[in-house]
């Protein structure tokens, strides 16, 4: 039997919101008051727990190629590449591309190496593939903020919430990551199973601004 290829997988995955592709697609809104909204699929994302300063820290740090944030919302790295979210004081969540679309180390092989770090320095601390727990909906344009607004209680002005910005909140009854990669540009991680639900009530909030735009 002929062994099954990385990108003949790839084909065959279904993300949780594959079925609503051409609904995003259709929902967007051009313009000057325009929005849009699209599924960013697979990425990996391991759940990190480490005890910033040590040296099972810094070894975890040079692997990654990012430094660890050392504050409340902060994220190192870059969404292009490698990116490193705070969500406590010894509490990270680390973000790369999908790995079989960019060629880069599958989830399963990064986790192992971050664990092997910290069981070579017998540190407390863990590492956990959590890939197939979230799913990342990207919104932009102009409106973004002022959609996300209509279901986030958090001030979002870029004040109080800037580029490279990242929160645990709720997105209406939902519990996400929200994070802010670009002026005009949102990342939203719900768990897979909320995942539509947060799609839909983001699509909703969108259809203010396409009924203007028509008028």
């Known amino acids: 039997m002929a062994e099954t290829t990385a990108p003949e997988i790839a084909a065959l995955r279904r993300s949780p919101l594959h079925d609503l592709r051409e609904e995003m697609a259709q929902a967007e809104v051009t313009g000057d008051r325009g929005v849009s909204i699209r599924e960013i699929p697979f990425l990996t994302l391991i759940a990190l727990r480490v005890a910033p300063g040590t040296t099972e820290a810094a070894a975890i740090e040079s692997q990654l190629g990012v430094a660890l944030p050392s504050g409340v919302g902060q994220v190192t790295g870059s969404p292009e590449a490698t990116a490193v979210l705070w969500n406590g004081p010894d509490e990270f969540t680390v973000v790369q591309p999908d790995a079989m679309a960019s060629g880069g180390v599958l989830p399963e092989e990064l986790t192992a190496q971050l664990a092997g770090i910290l069981e070579e320095h017998e540190a407390r601390g863990q590492a956990v593939d959590v890939s197939a727990n979230r799913t990342t909906i990207e919104v932009s344009g102009p409106s973004a903020r002022a959609v996300l607004e209509k279901g986030c209680r ?44 947060t799609a839909r009530w983001f699509m909703d909030g969108m259809t203010e601004f396409g009924s203007q735009e028509v008028a």
């Open 154 to 197: 958090m001030d979002l002005h870029p004040r109080g919430f800037p580029v490279g910005h990242a929160v645990s909140t709720n997105y209406g009854v939902v519990q996400v990551l929200l994070w802010r990669t670009g002026e005009q540009t949102w990342r939203i991680m719900p768990r897979a199973s909320f995942a539509e639900h």
